[in-house]
């Protein structure tokens, strides 16, 4: 390679013998005389009670699982725990680590309770775990694993297409042939030459795995790829969740986009249809089976395939109120002869469609059979996503979560008048326009780097021919089904209809949060009002957030890729966001909304802000981020497509922005995005993030990688410590990496100020410099570091490491001549003062400077930066409505997501660290 002039050769050895003691265990822990103070006040912890989000209770759905955070040395890995109700009352549980601090005691645990836990409040408490009346067990046998929850039975495949073979409840079968359906049309054309056609794709299985197996929850993971002939693509990975007692269970269904779409072509791999696919035997009468599909709000549709309600002839009033009420009907010979003597004249309705194809508008329809016309049935602004079919013997409910949000989504019943009826929920209705994934321009010329950044001045887009491609972005839905002895009736339909659209969720309360000290401890404190001045700052907090999520609603920032994303940047000019507008477009968790949102929801357990920032890491975890190939493990840049710009960046796959969600709830797949950056620093080996402006000759090297101390490292330490708490497969190797990268940072010559580092892939260190430089970025810390760096020195006893962290906290926002005193050289010109008073006040609380506690506030009210919030702006929306805009809604046009970000996160960290020193 072509070296750095600032970093030797003979400095990577220099950098080994410095980080050697890293690896070893008495170097980590905190220091003993911590963690017996620590073990001492958390000697005896108290009950946790447990409550869920929304109202309602577990309600229709098959389980919950909660994750619950503990003060280090709380309890050591192996303790058990017990759930009563605010009776008193014994309730199942199953409990399994997540996370475990340095000394080996559980930080996090994961608890499910499964249904029938009532609608109250739960306690949490060491003991012994009751056990559930219907225990689910899993059999891997024959070609199957089969998961009995005690009330159904469901038998899932090892190989084949069949994803679900078969449901049973008692003796009955309710659904069988679960599998996945893929339509792809190989050809877009833009004119009007007629309908494509296109090729059917069924699921293949690769793999399944049980990843838990009772008593309370089970959870089985199946891999594969979708296939037509010789070709398999598209992979997925699906998961399917049981819980004792439960006559349904949950689906979490992923897939990774690995075709081809060339930009100015018409030929690739578009997706026509994407969906999920059940046969449901029908045993009853045609006028005994009943269809159920969710409308708008609490509307729904409740039909029989075989009316006989409405007729000329009146079979009877109980007749037909029982038919209403999805019940077995009286003996035909019963009722009105007129009727019973001509029911082969009743149409029989087999088929219905529900088509949500926008976020404002679905249509419903049915027909008779294939080869006959559409009747339309109706059709409303957002259906619920949920649907029923069967009779008074048994039948399958249905239901796709976040159905309107995710559009183009549909619901397909078909041959509900033969034996057998299909279901088909589609995550990627066929009746949409297909899935076109093409870069949005031609490049305009943009050939070489000088074009690239040259036109970066102007639309703020880093484009680069090749890099807008969307082959190894991921996008996860969630699905419920149940396995119905008869045709549920209407409040039972309505449950669990709700359980499809919010799904429910158990919570531990702020205060645990805030007493276990996760997530950077210290930095966030329940919300408090008890001055003018932070109520202030609170009505502050609470404006911004409402304000975005009216936002998402009136722009209506939807569909399948978007949805849990929010813009960046506003055109005052339009009335609009700068939706068209490069890199001003989707914000991509840039400035990190993503650890605002949840930042706010940890100290307020408010479930709007948990709902928010839920879509939010659904989104940014899988669509922005590289799942396969070259960038697997990169992020991309906000911009048009959220796939589209060409600066791939760790700091966009930031495992950061996940922990949050996965250690809440124990979601597997989110644990998955995390697991899978623990290598993420090879990919510093593929791709250079600044190869456009770098002016020192550079080649990557494996024993010599340019990583910054920044926006890079905070993104990998996170993943490594991550794993490392997770005690993953790969922990040892991560603690390690944890520790020799934050030792070598700390021996640099001017620490986190020196800005960079040639970091070895084989070592995990970064080799030390002969000389110092000071190179500091307005972007290196709003990206995580500051709570990172926070957990890790709460963590790891390295008082280096800390020097050098805090002396970058202490300096940032101090004057030039402060930073030329202490550095040889000022930082140059710096932004974002506002979000980096929060770094002072973590320095104050560290140092005890009261004078760091004043300039934090001074600098979080009075920053110069044209970009930072003033208390002088007019905090409140302003109404807007046509012709300025395209829908009536509101507009706060000083508001940028970048700057909103930061706002959020300064305030709630310094209400907390040094809230009491507010002037």
């Given at each position: 390679m072509s070296p750095d002039p600032r970093f030797p050769r003979r400095s990577v050895l220099k950098a080994a013998a410095v980080a050697g003691a890293a690896t070893q265990a008495s170097f980590v822990l905190g220091g003993n005389a911590a963690r017996a103070a620590t073990r001492s006040t958390a000697a005896d912890p108290q009950p946790v009670t447990l409550d869920w989000l929304e109202d309602g209770g577990p309600g229709a759905a098959p389980g919950s699982t909660v994750g619950v955070p503990w003060p280090m040395g709380a309890y050591e890995k192996g303790q058990e725990f017990a759930v009563t109700t605010a009776d008193g009352k014994d309730v199942p549980v199953q409990t399994w680590p997540l996370a475990q601090w340095p000394d080996g005691s559980l930080k996090w645990t994961a608890h499910a309770v499964g249904p029938g836990t009532g609608d109250g409040k739960l306690t949490l408490k060491a003991g012994t775990a009751a056990e559930p009346r219907k225990r689910v067990t899993v059999d891997t046998h024959g070609g199957s694993v089969t998961v009995d929850t005690g009330v159904v039975v469901t038998k899932l495949g090892t190989s084949g297409s069949r994803l679900v073979k078969t449901v049973t409840r008692g003796s009955t079968e309710i659904a069988k042939n679960g599998r996945l359906v893929l339509l792809r049309q190989g050809e877009i054309e833009d004119g009007d030459q007629g309908a494509q056609k296109y090729e059917r794709f069924d699921s293949a299985i690769h793999r399944t795995t049980v990843e838990q197996d009772g008593p309370v929850r089970a959870v089985v993971r199946v891999d594969g790829k979708h296939r037509h002939g010789n070709r398999s693509w598209l992979p997925f990975s699906v998961r399917f969740y049981f819980y004792a007692g439960a006559d349904s269970f949950r689906m979490v269904h992923t897939i990774t986009y690995d075709g081809t779409q060339e930009p100015g072509t018409s030929s690739g791999d578009f997706i026509r249809g994407l969906g999920v696919r059940f046969t449901v035997p029908l045993r009853d009468e045609p006028y005994d089976r009943h269809i159920r599909i969710a409308g708008e709000g609490t509307g729904m549709l409740r039909e029989a395939v075989k009316g006989v309600t409405g007729l000329r002839r009146d079979p009877g009033a109980a007749v037909q109120a029982a038919q209403f009420a999805g019940e077995k009907l009286p003996d035909p010979a019963t009722w009105d002869q007129r009727v019973t003597t001509r029911l082969k004249w009743i149409p029989e309705w087999g088929d219905y469609t529900l088509s949500q194809l926008s976020a404002d508008g679905f249509t419903l329809r049915k027909r008779t059979t294939k080869g006959h016309g559409w009747i339309a049935a109706g059709g409303g602004r957002r259906a619920g996503g949920f649907g029923y079919v069967g009779g008074a013997s048994g039948g399958l409910s249905f239901g796709l979560r976040d159905f309107w949000e995710k559009f183009p989504a549909g619901l397909d019943i078909r041959d509900a008048q033969t034996d057998e009826a299909e279901v088909t929920l589609w995550l990627w209705s066929p009746e949409a326009q297909p899935m076109d994934l093409r870069f949005y321009h031609d490049g305009m010329g943009e050939d070489t780097y000088a074009k690239q950044l040259d036109a970066l001045q102007i639309t703020y887009e880093d484009y680069e021919p090749g890099f807008g491609t969307p082959y190894g972005i991921a996008r996860t839905s969630e699905l419920v089904f149940w396995a119905n002895a008869s045709t549920p009736k209407a409040e039972t339909l309505a449950a669990q209809a709700k359980a499809v659209r919010v799904l429910p969720q158990l919570a531990a309360p702020p205060r645990q949060l805030i007493a276990a000290k996760v997530f950077g401890p210290g930095l966030y404190a329940e919300p408090d009002r008890s001055t003018p001045a932070k109520a202030k700052i609170e009505d502050h907090l609470d404006f911004l957030f409402t304000y975005y999520k009216d936002q998402v609603e009136q722009r209506r920032w939807y569909g399948f890729w978007d949805y849990g994303d929010i813009m960046h940047s506003y055109d005052t000019a339009r009335h609009q966001w700068r939706y068209d507008v490069g890199g001003y477009a989707w914000d991509n968790s840039e400035l990190s909304p993503d650890l605002w949102?949840?930042?706010?929801?940890?100290?307020?357990?408010?479930?709007?802000?948990?709902?928010?920032?839920?879509?939010?890491?659904?989104?940014?975890?899988?669509?922005?981020?590289?799942?396969?190939?070259?960038w697997a493990g990169l992020g991309t840049r906000h911009g048009v497509q959220h796939f589209g710009d060409s600066a791939k960046q760790q700091r966009i796959a930031n495992t950061t922005y996940r922990r949050f969600y996965y250690f809440l709830t124990g979601d597997e797949r989110v644990g998955d995005l995390m697991h899978a950056n623990v290598d993420s620093d090879e990919t510093f080996l593929v791709l250079d993030?600044?190869?456009?402006?770098?002016?020192?000759?550079?080649?990557?090297?494996?024993?010599?990688?340019?990583?910054?101390?920044?926006?890079?490292?905070?993104?990998l330490v996170s993943a490594w410590l991550t794993e490392w708490e997770r005690r993953g497969p790969e922990w040892e190797k991560a603690r390690a990496r944890v520790l020799s990268t934050m030792e070598t940072i700390a021996a640099q010559p001017n620490g986190f100020v020196q800005g960079s580092g040639l970091y070895d892939l084989d070592t995990g260190e970064f080799a030390i410099a002969d000389e110092p430089v000071v190179s500091v970025s307005h972007l290196s810390a709003v990206f995580g570091l500051n709570e990172l760096c926070a957990e890790l020195i709460y963590l790891v006893d390295m008082p280096k490491f800390k020097e050098a962290y805090l002396d970058y906290c202490r300096y940032f926002?101090?004057?030039?001549?402060?930073?030329?005193?202490?550095?040889?050289?000022?930082?140059?010109?710096?932004?974002?003062?506002?979000?980096?008073?929060?770094?002072?006040?973590?320095?104050?609380?560290?140092?005890?400077?009261?004078?760091?506690?004043?300039?934090?506030?001074?600098?979080?009210?009075?920053?110069?930066?044209?970009?930072d919030y003033k208390e002088s702006n007019d905090w409140s929306a302003q109404k807007i409505e046509g012709p300025v805009a395209l829908v009536e809604g509101s507009e706060?046009?000083?508001?940028?997501t970048n700057a909103t970000a930061l706002y959020g996160l300064a305030a709630i960290e310094n209400l907390a660290l040094v809230g009491d020193r507010m002037p």
């Open positions: 949102l949840w930042y706010a929801y940890l100290r307020s357990g408010r479930a709007d802000l948990f709902r928010f920032a839920e879509a939010m890491t659904r989104h940014t975890g899988e669509v922005d981020v590289y799942h396969l190939g070259t993030p600044l190869r456009k402006i770098r002016t020192e000759p550079y080649t990557p090297d494996r024993h010599a990688l340019s990583i910054g101390f920044g926006t890079d490292w905070s993104g926002n101090a004057t030039k001549a402060e930073q030329k005193a202490r550095y040889g050289h000022d930082f140059g010109v710096l932004l974002l003062f506002q979000g980096h008073s929060r770094l002072d006040a973590y320095a104050a609380v560290q140092t005890g400077d009261a004078s760091l506690a004043s300039r934090a506030w001074q600098k979080f009210f009075h920053s110069k930066d044209t970009w706060v046009p000083w508001v940028s």
